[in-house]
């Protein structure tokens, strides 16, 4: 993260710190930046997948942690930097899904899916912080959910997870304004991961049609290159969602009718 060409950052040569790069998109991320010259520290719970993963990369960290644990994102950003020397770019992308009626939901899984998809998230970014600030630059990238933006019927705790990430992102990116640490949301659609084979309900609909998760990495890599704030993988979604914004009650109106 030296240089600039043609108006976008150089990556090479940054250090990069990676959760849920066990799978899908955080995997195609890593891959994406070590592609770039950036070395990475895989951050996930699957070890044998991580080890994986990482027989790929040019000097990959590899970190296990269950960022859902109490202390262990925090823990996670310390070991990040001892093995890195230090942190240019962290991208916060761990996260689950559950779908069904709210109420069917049991405590411990509500209180699973926002640990995991915005406590966790939300404490790496904190320890992150001071490590960036004290270089004055660096770049966090927070994967939301396209249900974060359009909130789902039957995804109500995973599409409020993902709305609080949103919503941290933008008023990080305020107060961090000036600090030459750059913050970034990346909202992705429906992906070919394993995602919906991990939550509770698979994906059962035709459309819209799974995207591949280098997709997601490569919108990843594009906003820490040309500093993108936020963006929605695939680029229709961007309609639906500024439909919403604009006009809320036509929007609710058609969701209710085309459900
Ligand atoms: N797939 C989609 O359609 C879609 C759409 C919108 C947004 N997203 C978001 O994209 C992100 C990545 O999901 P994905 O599609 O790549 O799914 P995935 O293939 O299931 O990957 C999820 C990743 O999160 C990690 N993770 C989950 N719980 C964890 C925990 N307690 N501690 C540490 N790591 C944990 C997993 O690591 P381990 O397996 O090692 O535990 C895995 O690497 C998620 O935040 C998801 O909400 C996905």
Not at 108 to 133: M, Q, S, Y
Not at 141 to 169: C, D, N, Q
Request: one cysteine or more; charged letters at 20%.
């Amino acid at each position: 993260m030296s240089g600039s060409a043609g108006g976008a950052v150089a990556l090479a040569g940054g250090n990069a710190l990676v959760t849920g790069a066990s799978s899908g998109i955080g995997a195609a991320a890593a891959r994406a930046l070590d592609g770039r010259g950036v070395r990475v520290a895989l951050v996930g719970r699957d070890t044998a997948a991580l080890a994986a993963i990482a027989a790929d990369l040019s000097e990959p960290v590899v970190i296990e942690a269950d960022l859902a644990a109490p202390g262990e994102a925090a823990d996670t950003v310390v070991q990040a930097v001892a093995a890195l020397g230090r942190l240019d770019i962290v991208v916060s992308n761990a996260g689950a899904g559950w779908a069904g009626p709210y109420q069917a939901m049991s405590p411990a899984e509500l209180d699973g899916i926002i640990d995991i998809n915005l406590r966790a998230g939300a404490h790496l970014v904190h320890a992150a912080l001071p490590h960036l600030l004290a270089k004055g630059r660096g770049h966090i990238v927070m994967v939301g959910s396209i249900a974060g933006l359009l909130p789902v019927a039957g995804e109500a705790a995973y599409s409020a997870s993902k709305a609080g990430l949103a919503a941290l992102g933008e008023a990080l990116r305020g107060e961090l304004r000036g600090s030459g640490v750059k913050v970034s949301v990346v909202n992705p659609g429906v992906v070919d991961t394993n995602f919906f084979q991990r939550r509770n309900r698979p994906y059962d609909r035709d459309r819209p049609r799974p995207i591949p998760a280098s997709q997601v990495a490569d919108a990843i890599v594009d906003c820490l290159e040309r500093g993108r704030p936020e963006t929605v993988v695939p680029a229709w979604l961007a309609l639906p969602v500024r439909l919403r914004g604009a006009v809320p009650n036509l929007y609710r109106l058609l969701s209710d009718r085309f459900a």
